[in-house]
Structure formats: C-alpha cells, structure tokens
C-alpha cells in the first residue's frame, strides 16, 4: 500500500463505482490494475459487475483497512511476532531458560569481565593452589601460580572472538552456496555442488591442521575463525541446498520469477528468509564445532598464541603431565568444565530454537498445553501468534 | 540403466573429488606462502648442504622437483602419487607409503567400531526417545545426550585416561598393542590389542551421544504420519512400532549424519591417537606436523582424506539397500 491514499477514500466499493468515469490515474498501481479490469468489464455491459457480485454490497475482498499502518506499527508488529513472542514461546521451556541464560552470562564474561578481573601473571600465587580453598583465587592456580578464575574469564573474550567470526563465515558461506546452487540448478549447481563435495569430504580437523600450520594465521584469533570455517560450511551448504530445491518450485517463487525480479532479490529476499530458522539453529552448532575445533588445535599446541585461551590451559596441563600428578586434576577441570557449559548453553539454545521453529513440535507443544490447560492459555495466544514465523 | 548411470556419476565424482585433493597438496606444497617445499630447501642449507645437493633431497622426498617449472612438476607429482610414491619421511628415514600402511589398520580399528556401536546405541535410543517424547525416559536421556555431546571428545578421552588409566589402572595408558608378545593370533596378544583399544573406542563412542538427538528429531517428524496412527489401531506394541516402523523412516537422514561423521571421527582421529599415544595415522601425522616433516604429514594429509572420500562413497553405494525408495535418480539427494 501507498502512503498517498486519499484519506476520504476508505471502502473500495466506492472507488469501482467512480472507475468508468476516468480518474483513477493516481491511485496505487494494485488498484488500478484491479479496478481497470473491472472497469472495463463493466463498460462492456452496462452495470453487471465480471465477477457476479451486485454493485454496492461490499464483498469481504474488496474492504480496505480504515487504519493506516505506520513504519512504527510495523516494526513493532515484526518485534512481536519475530522476537517477544517466539521469546515468550521459548522461554516456557526449561532447556530455553538454561541456554540463554548460560550463552548471556559467557557473553557477559567475554565482554565486560575483563574489566572488572584482573590479567594474572606467572607467580602471583603458591603452584598448583586447590580450588576454593583460597578466596583470592577461587579455582584454583596452576603450576606457574597463576590463577585459572582470570584465565578462564580472559579466554572467553578470545573464543568468542573465534566464535563470532567462525560461525558468521561458516553459515554465510554455506547459505550463500547452498542457497544459489539450489536456486538456480544447471551448470552453476554443478559447479557449486561440486566444490562443496570436495569440501565436505575434507576431512576437517586435518584440514585444519595443515593450513593453520602453513598460512601466516598468527595469534589472531579473528583469523583462527576464519581458517576453522574452511573446513565446517560445506554440510550446511548441501542440506540448504535440497532444502532450496524444492523450495525453488514454490508458487510464490514462479509467481516472483514471473514478475522479472531478478534471481539474487528472489532468493535472499523471498526465499532464504523461509530458511532462516534453519540458518538459525545451524548457527549454535557452527558455533559449538569452532568451539571444539579451536580448542583442539591449541590443545594440541599448533597455533602460535599471545593470550590464554582454554586450550593452551589444557596444553600446559597435559605438558607438566598433570595427568597423572595427583593434586593437579583442577588444572584440566576448570577450562574442559568452561567448555562443556558454554557447549551445553548453546546446545539448549538450539533445540528450544527448534521447538520454536518445528511446526510439528509447536502443535505437539499447544496440544499438550491445552490438555493440561494450567498454563495453556498463554501458551496457545503466544503459539498461534508466531504463525507466520 | 538409471541405476547405472548413477553409480557411474557417483564414482566419477570420487575420482574428481580425489583429484581435487590431490591437486590442493600439490598446491599446498608448492606454492603456498611459507611453503613446505622452500621450507625444507632452508632447513638443508642451513645444515650446510649445498643448494644443489639440498634440492635433489627435497626432490626425493617430496616428489617435487623443485627446478622444474609448476606444470611439468605437477605432472610429475601426479604420476609419483598414481604409482603410490608420497615420498620419504625426514624424521623416520622411511617411505612415507609404508610408514602409513602400517599405521593406518590401527586406525580404522578403532574408528569402524567406534562407528558401528555408537549408531547403533543412538539410532535404537533416540527412536525411543522420540516415541515417548515428553516423558520422563526422554528427560533423562535427553539431558544425558545433551551433556555428553557438549563434552568434546578429547575432552572426554582425557578424562578417560585420567580416571580408568592413570587412576584406577583398568586400562593401559598408551600405546596400541601390549609389549613384549609377539603379534599373533594368540589370547593375550589378542585381548591386550582389544585393551589398548578400548579406552579411543569408548570416548568416541560417549562423545557420540549427540547421534541419538539427531536420531531423536527425525522421528518427531515421523511420528506425526498416518501410518502410525494405524500400526497403533492394529495393536501393534510400542517397541514393534518405534523400531520398525518410526526407526526405519528417520534412519535415513541419519545416514547422511553417519556419512559426514566418519570424516569428522578420521580427522578426530589426530587429536584421540595424541592422548593415548595410540600410534595410528593421525598420531604420525601429527608427530610429523611438531617435526616439521612435510612429506609425512602431506602424505598423511592425502591418505586420510583418500579413505573419507572411498568410505563416502561405499556408503553412498549401498544407501540403495537401506532405502528401496532411493534407488534411481532421487537418490542424488543424499
């Protein structure tokens, strides 16, 4: 709809009746062209309408809405629908609530607990100190004296780091692939299909190891994401890819390849927005593997390095043989137990996504709520409002 | 005629595919920045070979010739790795071909049955999960799913070792085979090979936990079909329907799953074989990666992705059989 409606103008009725006599020219193009066609219908035989209906009763298509919709009503439409409901939706189940909470508070750790912890240097405190015996060092000190609470905090800015930049690469790269290879079909999916066949049969993680050792990745850890999304993108882009194809013959995408809008609005406009739930949740698990994949490589000791991460803790760990030296068991404890929680964060977070986004649970889900009916109703209002999510 | 037409496009995109790979090392080692090839020629001359002598070395060792011009090299290249020539290890003084064909059955071992026993247990465990989707066996197993796929495998591994190794001595701490007995099909060699096994085994195995979620979701969607409905009119019992009807339909996008994780669990292979010390491929690899042993670690390199890309595609082969649907032209959507 246009903003340049004439505000007196509310009931479409009305506009048909004024058609034969001309004056439509600046009207909205979906107008005129509804309008014309009965227009000239009309025209040809007198008063009878085309489509059967008798002039002045107003037929349930043809109502216009009174309310205008401003930008504002529609972002906030699109927050209710797109974030606070499916927010709402999530937040009654108990996976959603521990995911988000536990993705926020290493958010929150990343981001703002370098500020308030202090860096620890080698020295600082007794060798290889238990955890929570000394309240100066909560969990503990490694052999060197330094305290493993600052090195957890200050490895969690380096990884998400890793994360931020590894995850958006491996599901760009592999939407976009699998997204146009799917679309356009023909040599273009042959050639796009092929280069993510060679990819997916890399084996990652040798991969990995070989370029992290040749290319000239220092300690950068936005580049450590980057060379771990080579090896990650290609499944993402062929199950895109079989998701596009048959998403691609769709009326809604023959209707907008009909109208001549050219192939790359068709498919990040129309039809990726369909897969985003997908894309979404793939998001969390690109998110895990960097994860894993990261701290694998410095585990093993192969990327060059300037600050802590959690690998280079497991690395010293496991070079003073910590292993098998009793009382040194902590030092491998506090960054495995800061992996596994942020992992079992965002493995939460993507399973309460999909219960967001999987029709077929949500109904399960609504059934359920309704049998039980204690906490049903504003489970049912929430779920049929995120719809058209 | 379908069928055939489509095998022969299968193999003839493994035979791409391995040229692909090929080709990369190739290119890895020649013309990449800090490349092996003039990293080598360094290292020689700075043991105070002179450059003529240290260029025939490198060329022995990497099958490259490093005077040659980049085309007439890479034909060269790709002849020597068609006969199987990957060239001589630095480090171990030894063919690379060899030092790989002993260490590789140690790994596929560990890995087929790693594979075998963590699909089965996921694939029977998350089709009854989903059967009973929101009780309290789900819950549990859920959040025991959860918890063990948070926890990356070698984290677990180490745990392993710590505990059932280092700690409690059920298992040895390292190494693939018991000392001192001659390899034969005797008892104690036998039953030492199957202990030094165990502990890689069962951390690939626990660490897989996520494959019974996979398995889990599938059968969700299942389980909304009609037929289901009419297997349970008929009276059928909940294992009957959950292992034949719902495992059979939502096995088959684990089969795509189970194709891409023998990638993942070989390429896992380097860091698993590095905390047991178990001498397989990866930890060869691995040692000529800290060596700085080129040749090794790129024939490593190839050989590893060479056995992902026939183990994709024996699996692709047969995915027919698992689903008579499949046969023919769909089956291209694997």
Redesign the interface.
Known sequence: MTDDNRPDRTDHAEALESIPSGDEGSDAPERTASGSAAGAAGDADGTVRPDGGSVGVESPFEVVSSVEETRLDKLRKFYDSYIRAPFFIVWTDWRARIGFTIVFTYLLMGIVGPYVIEPTEVGEAGALAKPFENWDYPLGTDQMGRDLLSQVVFSTTEILKMVFAGALATVGVGTMVGAIAGYKGGWVDTVLSSITDIFINLPGFPTVMVLALLLPIGSNPYMVGLLLSIAAWGGLARAIRSQMLTLRSESFVEASRAMGIPSRDIIFKEIVPHLMPFVVINLTNAARRVIFSAVGLYYLGILPFENLNWGITLNQAYQSGAHYRPGALHWFLVPMIAIIVFSIGLILLGQSLDRVFNPRVRARHEKRSGETAADGESDEELTSKVGGV | MVNIDWRLRRIG?TV??SW??ITLSFV?VRM?????MGAMIQQLERRGLDPARARELVELRLSVDPTKPIPAAYVEYMINMAQGNLGQSVYYQDSVVDIIAQALPWTLFVLSWATFISFFIGISVGALMAYW??GKLDVGLTSWA??M????F??LA??L??FMA?RWGWFP?GGRRPTGLEPGLTWPYISGVVRHAALPILSMIVASG?AS?GMR?NA??V??EDYLRVARLRGLSDVTISTQYVARNAILPMYTTLL?SI??M???S??LE?VFQYRGI?WY??SA?YQRDYPL??G??VV??LA??IA?LLADLTYGYLDPRAKGQESE?Y
């Open positions: 995109q791409f595919t692909a790979v890895i990449m920045p800090g490349n092996p989707e929101g959860i918890l796929g948070s926890i990356p070698y984290v180490i745990m070792l710590i280092y701490t996520i979620l979701g969700i969607r389980l909304g891409i990638g993942e070989f390429g896992g380097v860091i590095q990866g690899m691995l990666t670690m790129m490593g390199f590893i992705t992902v890309v994709l959507s």
